[in-house]
Each structure stands twice: as C-alpha cells, then as structure tokens.
C-alpha cells in the first residue's frame, strides 16, 4: 500500500495513479487548474447556456439534484445565469429527514421540481444485492442518479443536462475520462456511472425481480440520446469547483448543515441525505483502506486549506470507524429494511475485508478493537 506524496491517497483506490515523483493523477488534475483561465472558461458557459435557453422545451436545462450542497451550488448557479431548469431527483434510499428539508429548500429556490422515487420494494431488494454481492449498499442509488435525469431529459425533451464536477477528474480516474467537460454519448455513464460491473441483466430473477421492476435503473438507449441531442457539461470545468465554497453558497441560499461532523467524516456540510451512506463509506474502507475523511482531507490539502501533516493525523483518527449510527440513526434501524442483523451485518464485513490491508492474528482473524474497529497494516506518514 502506497500514499500519495502530496495527499494522504492511497494508491488502493481504483485508476488512481501515483507517478514516479510519488504524486497521484487527482493532486495533478488540481495543480493543472492553476493555469486555467476561468474568466475565459466562464464564457465559454454563458455562450453554451445562451444556445439552449428555451429552443426546445419550457426548460432550457435539467439539473439532477439530490438536496445536497453541490446540487443546491448547481441550482443558484444557473438561476444567476438566467436559466429555467428543471431540477431532476431519483429519491435516495434511505431519505433522512435534513435530506427531505434540503429538498424543499431548492424547491423553494424558485424551479420547477421532478423527484422520481423508485419502487421501495424493488429498491430495497437491490440495496441488498448490491450490499452482498459487490459490497455497495448504495448501489442503486449510485446508477438512478445518472438514469433517472437523462430518462427524463429523453421524455421531455430536454437536450442539456447540467451535473456538477467530474468525478474522475476531481478524485483521480483515467486520463481519457478526467479530462471530460462535455458529455455527448453514455460512453462517461456506463463506465463510471455506479454499474460497478453489476449488470442489471444479471440481476433479471435475482430476489423476484423483472426487467420492468429494473426500468428506472436503465440508460435510454445511444438512439435516444442522439434524437434528443443530449449534453451534458461537467460544471467544475467552466467554475474553479471548490465542495467547501459550494456548501457555503448553498448555506447563504438556506441549505442547512448537520448539527456537528458527520459520522466517519470530518465535516457537518456532506453526504447528508441518506441514513445509508456510513455502510457504503465503511465498506470502501474494508476494500480499498480509505474512506469520506480520506478524501475529504484530500480535498482540502490540494486547495492548502490543511498541511498533509495535519491530514494524517486527523485521517488515522477518523477514517473507518465502525457505522454505530449515521445521521443520529442506529445501524440496527438502518438494516431493519434489509431483514439484517448486525451479526449478519458485521459476518458480511469481514467476507468484505481486504486482509492485505488490515491487521489479522496467527490464525487469519481480523484483529478488532471494543468498538469493532480494524487497524490498518500501513498508515499515511
């Protein structure tokens, strides 16, 4: 296991890429926008906004919206560019209660609102295959809200779509996907878009389910996408993306923040609308050894807002906690849709855990502490 000279990345996160200098692909994407010239980048934006306003549609925009800070950032945005979007939602999993207000704040906002919510059975269901066959409980949320905006885009006709950063660019992810500013084809969807290598047509009878049951999970087709003419632009590329200064634009715009540092993170402004999100965080820190504080402490020292010093430490006493409760929710109330346990829950960890990461004893068994958590064979230095 090997970090990132720069950052406290380990090289375990998939396509990330540390160079021979010790540096990861995600510090490079950053230290390159320090050439760019965004007053230029920006009009570039204002010119693409002006041709959509209204050509084909009451809308001149769809923006997919979750509730969160970077959504709501996404939303005033375009409303000060003078757009008529209409927000787009797939209602998340397991929707927490300052999730539902967020909500309605963007709501309140001034926009026209879509929130498609999943059959709960069918999305409970594929919470659990996804949770025990590839480790990701979030699994279906992570595709819905990539196909539920662009099915709507199709069905209504809405040629622009406006998402927020690009995730391989800002996290670190292969060259040819990190440099994207433009989506024409669902060639960025289907390889980064939440599949996973989870097929939805493996998972046609798996627990009952139909091809019907799996619609909302699926991307209108190439020929969909070339009628409608859909494009989609990255925001972070045309507006220096910064997660910190959207949470504080979207708090100025009503947004409102957990009452302390959300479990397992080192913030109170992220990941606030799913009770489900710290058992998704847990288990990418049982595969790969880094989990919500990781890349938020990385976010931070590539914009010199925390020396990689600091980092470590705050890193090694916050990543990877066991999930007690997220949001103030109980674990145990949070599997209790799933029809799990906790002891069920935790057996389904350890088949999860990568133990060339993780500390075992003489007879393989991962060594845990009180609280069940795990120690990590090498830590950031």
């Known amino acids: 296991m090997k970090y990132c000279t720069h950052c406290v990345m380990p090289d375990t996160k998939p396509d990330l890429i540390i160079d021979k200098e010790g540096i990861c692909n995600a510090c ?7 050439v760019v010239n965004w007053s230029k980048r920006e009009l570039e934006l204002r010119k693409i906004l002006n041709k959509y306003q209204s050509k084909n549609s009451q809308w001149d925009c769809i923006v997919p919206v979750s509730g969160g800070k970077d959504s709501t950032f996404q939303v005033v945005r375009m409303l000060e560019y003078g757009m008529h979007p209409l927000c787009v939602t797939g209602t998340t999993c397991d929707l927490s209660d300052i999730g539902r207000k967020n909500i309605q704040n963007i709501k309140n906002l001034g926009v026209d609102y879509l929130e498609f919510s999943p059959n709960p059975i069918v999305r409970r269901k594929l919470n659990y295959v996804g949770l025990t066959e590839v480790g990701d409980i979030s699994w279906p ?4 809200i990539f196909t539920i905006p662009t099915r709507v885009a199709v069905q209504y006709n809405i040629p622009l779509i406006i998402w927020g950063e690009n995730s391989q660019n800002e996290y670190g992810g292969p060259k040819h996907a990190a440099s994207n500013s433009v989506l024409t084809n669902r060639r960025w969807l289907e390889e980064f878009g939440g599949l996973l290598g989870l097929r939805l047509t493996d998972l046609i009878g798996v627990e009952g389910l139909t091809q019907k049951d799996l619609a909302p999970y699926v991307y209108p087709t190439e020929e969909e996408f070339n009628k409608v003419g859909i494009t989609g632009l990255f925001l972070g590329h045309y507006l220096p993306w910064d997660g910190y200064v959207n949470s504080l634009i979207a708090q100025a715009h009503g ?6 540092n959300v479990e397992g993170s080192i913030v109170n402004y992220e990941n606030l609308d799913n009770y489900q ?19 938020i402490a990385c976010l931070h020292v590539r914009r010199g807002r925390l020396t990689r ?8 006493f916050t990543d990877g906690k066991f999930p007690w409760e997220y949001l103030g929710k109980s674990l145990e109330k949070i599997l209790e849709p799933l029809d799990l346990s906790v002891a069920e ?9 990568n133990k060339d990461i993780f500390l075992t004893d003489k007879s393989g068994n991962l060594i845990k502490d009180k609280q069940g958590n795990l120690t990590k064979k090498l830590y950031a230095e």
Not at 255 to 260: A, E, G, L
């Open 28 to 34: 490079r994407n950053y230290e390159s926008r320090v």
């Open 141 to 144: 949320e992570h595709l819905s």
């Open 345 to 353: 829950f935790i057996s389904l960890c350890d088949r999860f855990t």
């Open 277 to 295: 999100t710290g058992i998704h965080d847990y288990f990418k820190y049982l595969k790969f050894g880094f989990s919500r504080a990781t890349d």
């Open 255 to 260: 947004f409102t923040t957990y009452s302390k």
């Open 309 to 316: 010093k600091d980092a470590v430490k705050i890193v090694r």
